[in-house]
């Protein structure tokens, strides 16, 4: 099913991320922790793809696997940037080979290596947009930034830039992670006010290592409010005690997004089925409500 059709209907969605395997030795568990968040019965699963392209292979099959056998929609990332345009072409090939019907379009980050772009190289998201538009008929998503992406300096441009891909054909955005809803809010009004009216899945991370994110958050530009900041410092050493913790910030932001008219929220818990338990089971009566 397209999630473009998953998200027309009136009610809240959540849905989840898992990454596939960098060897084939951790498959099966990929695959078994797949398929237990499967049985949670979110709105989609996506599946992320290896910066340099070197898991195509296992996010194709994984996605596959979701929406063939655990009967879930699978959303397959493909980001463009380290791979020639005609390797990228042979993903696309694969991914419809294997009914897959919706792909998250990513540039990727620049590798820090080679001179950019390379020849017959993708330079930004919007070009990939165009050839997965020409090559089938698939829901295609795209990513944002609510508090600007690092390599852009001023918030204007890169909402405008966001436009430009979004008018390639993007059905649905998802953001990057943020840990305060203010800034989501903020957001939304902008790209609102400059004609981006697709829907937007708020991307929230529910923080179970306490010395990850702070990396993650210097190297994305994503801001720590004083009031997770403090959680982080008190319970990032303790990693049950974080666990719990960010489990509820994670909830708690996802109640306030539902509870300002969000209809359908991603949530970066990777490969741990149990934390988007504990999540779907913090929301059992409000996503029933
Ligand atoms: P783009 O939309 O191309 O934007 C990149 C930068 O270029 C921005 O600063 C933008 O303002 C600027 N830009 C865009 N168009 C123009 C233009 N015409 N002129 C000048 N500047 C322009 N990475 C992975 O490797 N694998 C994944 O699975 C993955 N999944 C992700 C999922 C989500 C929801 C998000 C938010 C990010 C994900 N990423 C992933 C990271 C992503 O690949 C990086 O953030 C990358 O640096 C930007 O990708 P993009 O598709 O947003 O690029």
């Given at each position: 099913m397209k999630i473009k059709d998953v998200l027309k209907d009136n009610k809240v969605h959540i849905s989840f991320e898992v990454f596939p395997p960098k060897t084939e030795a951790a498959y099966d568990s990929v695959l078994s922790a797949t398929e237990k968040i499967a049985s949670l019965k979110p709105a989609f699963i996506s599946v992320t793809y290896g910066a340099g392209g070197g898991t195509s292979k296992n996010t194709v099959k994984i996605a596959s696997k979701i929406k063939e056998d655990f009967g879930v929609p699978s959303l397959a990332h493909l980001t463009c940037v380290s791979s020639t345009k005609e390797e990228v072409h042979q993903v696309i090939d694969r991914l419809k080979e294997n009914g897959i019907e919706n792909i998250l379009a990513l540039r990727g980050d620049i590798p820090?290596?080679?001179?950019?772009?390379?020849?017959?190289?993708?330079?930004?998201?919007y070009e990939l947009i165009e050839d997965i538009k020409a090559q089938g008929d698939f829901c295609i998503g795209a990513a944002c930034y609510p508090e600007g992406h690092?390599?852009?300096?001023?918030k204007k441009d890169d909402i405008r830039h966001l436009k430009q891909k979004v008018d390639c054909g993007v059905d649905f955005l998802t953001t990057q992670m943020?840990?305060?809803n203010s800034i989501l809010y903020n957001f939304l009004y902008r790209i609102r006010e400059q004609g981006i009216t697709i829907p937007v899945l708020p991307g929230i991370m529910p923080v179970t290592n306490g010395k990850q994110v702070k990396r993650i958050c210097e190297l994305s530009g994503t801001i720590l409010p004083e009031r997770f900041r403090a959680i982080v410092d008190h319970f990032g050493e303790n990693p049950e005690a974080m666990k719990q913790a960010g489990i509820a910030y994670a909830t708690d932001q996802i109640i306030d997004l539902i509870a300002n008219g969000i209809q359908c929220i991603h949530v970066?818990?990777?490969?741990k089925p149990e934390v988007a338990g504990a999540i779907m089971n913090n929301l059992s009566e409000i996503l029933k409500a």
């Open positions: 820090k290596s080679t001179e950019f772009p390379l020849p017959n190289h993708y330079k930004y998201a690092v390599e852009t300096e001023h943020f840990f305060d970066y818990s990777m490969n």
